[in-house]
């Protein structure tokens, strides 16, 4: 069980105020900056890894290669470092809405999710790839691009505003040179999410399954349900790797062809066929967004086929 830290004081500076969340390895707090009195939230590595050298290892890069990026649309990484008893920190920007999983609401039992209409999820799309772009340039992979990964928050007044999380399993590419951040045999990822070059073990994955990993989230916004089926984790996987999606259309008839073309490119299971940069694919979808922000609660709809229509809940007060 971990300790209750509200009211502590780690790094000399920055006091834990409450617990915000957690994720398999991770505990994320609300802070505050002692001296500035800023707001920040504090993610620390669980303390059941701390003597894991690949889980601290994989912890503290997450922080390094996301403060290399330096894009709107990741989240800033402002510090790392060690509490007293040697448990690694990250600290970043603060964030207040809530995930695009949380606003999807996907149906445990089925796997069905919120349709939503194509301006929305344009515009959702083309920020994630304008982050996976920048990191891209600086030769990061993320690896587990999902919705939960994705966080919907206000910047300047400009509502949906996209920021990525989580890059712990991320990949850095330089020339021929890869850090390579797994065990052997285990495979690093959201099943759902995962290209098939992920799925077969292929040590030359690049980003193209980011890329891949972004298509299967637009077929999911844009459809109501996951591209590949499967009852358990391993028939969706062998389905990633042997089958490909259904035509958007057979799902969403009132789309038009040239979407369901460019969804047939995203999930190319080849990533020679796939769309090859982050700029190619949003230059392909930017026709269908619309200018300026879309609300999502003007016309989500909730799809467990056919949707029904549902009002979004308030968004809550998360970190990244």
Known sequence: MEPDLSGTVIGGKYRIQQLLGQGGMGLVYAAEHTLLGRPLAVKLLK?????????????????????????????????????????????????????LYAVMGEDPATGANGVFEVPQAADLLCQVLAGLAAAHQHGIVHRDLKPGNIFLTEVGGRTNFVKLLDFGVSKVLGGDRVMHMTRTGVLLGTPTYMAPEQVMGRKDIDHRV????????????????????????????????????????SLR??????????????????????????????????????PGPVPLSSTFTLAPAPPVAGPLRPAPRLAA
């Open 47 to 99: 303390r059941e890894f701390t003597r894991d050298r690949v889980a601290v290892h994989r912890f503290q890069q997450e922080a390094v290669n996301a403060s290399r990026i330096g894009s709107p649309n990741i989240v800033a990484i402002h510090d790392l470092g060690e509490t007293d008893d040697g448990t690694p920190f990250i600290v970043m920007e603060y964030l207040e809405g809530t995930t």
């Open 210 to 249: 980011d890329l891949w990993a972004a298509g299967v989230i637009l077929f999911r916004l844009l459809a109501g349900r996951r591209p590949h089926g499967g009852s358990v984790t391993a028939e969706r996987l062998a389905a990633i790797v042997s089958q490909d999606a259904p035509p958007l259309r």
């Open 253 to 290: 008839p009132d789309l038009d062809a040239g979407l369901e073309g460019l969804l047939r490119k995203a999930l190319a299971r080849d990533p020679a066929s796939r769309f090859q940069t982050a700029y190619d694919f949003a230059e392909a979808l930017e026709p269908y967004r619309a």
